[in-house]
């Protein structure tokens, strides 16, 4: 008599979305975080500028919006572990994030290179203006194999990306008198 067949019902479970630094146009290894961050906190500065002197009435000083600086947020304590596979955890994960602070170098201006910040959306374009990491764990043959990292990144233009030849402004510059006028 044959056996009775047996029917495996597999739940899918649903992938989970890793946070990414993923480099423009391939300018560096992209940075994959090991675990995501439990919370991201966004910054951004707007500009006021005022004279000396120059008060209204009830003494307060004049001001005048200036512009905006860009959005700035830091990836606090990501975690980065390769205790289980005792490989170096410089190796895998904190040579290629130490290079988002290192100049590029195949690029013709020197400069490190740019990310998109995605989490199962794009963010936005960006670079990093610091980077802090400690390295707590170690093999008995001094292999490093967890290490702490603050990443801290700086919003770019999209539109008008470091390195790029093409200006986002409108104005042109009378050499003459070095003011800019815009096109009517």
């Known amino acids: 008599m044959p056996s ?12 989970l979305e ?3 630094l993923i480099a423009y146009n391939k300018e560096a290894p992209d940075i994959e975080l090991m675990f995501n961050p439990t919370d991201i906190s966004f910054a951004r500065a707007v500009r006021w500028e005022s004279q000396q ?10 001001v005048n919006f200036s512009g905006v600086e ?16 005792k ?7 904190i ?12 690029a013709v201006d020197s400069r490190p290179p740019v990310y998109i910040f995605t989490w199962g959306t794009e963010y936005f374009y960006c670079v990093i203006t610091s980077l802090t990491y400690t390295l707590n764990m170690f093999l008995s043959d001094g292999t490093p194999v967890r290490a702490m990292v603050d ?10 990306l470091p ?11 009378d050499q003459k008198l070095g003011k800019t006028d815009k096109p009517k």
């Open 4 to 15: 009775p067949a047996i029917i495996v019902i597999k739940k899918l479970q649903p992938q």
């Open 18 to 20: 890793k946070a990414k």
């Open 53 to 62: 002197g120059n008060r209204g009435t009830t003494l307060l000083p004049k």
């Open 70 to 85: 860009p959005y700035t947020f830091t990836l606090k304590q990501l975690l980065y572990d390769t205790y289980e596979t």
């Open 87 to 93: 490989e170096s955890v410089m190796k895998k994960y």
């Open 95 to 106: 040579d290629n994030i130490k290079k988002g602070v290192e100049t590029i170098t195949k």
């Open 151 to 160: 990443i801290a990144l700086q919003e770019v233009d999209k539109k008008n």
């Open 163 to 173: 390195g790029g030849q093409a200006s986002s402004s409108n104005g042109q510059i």
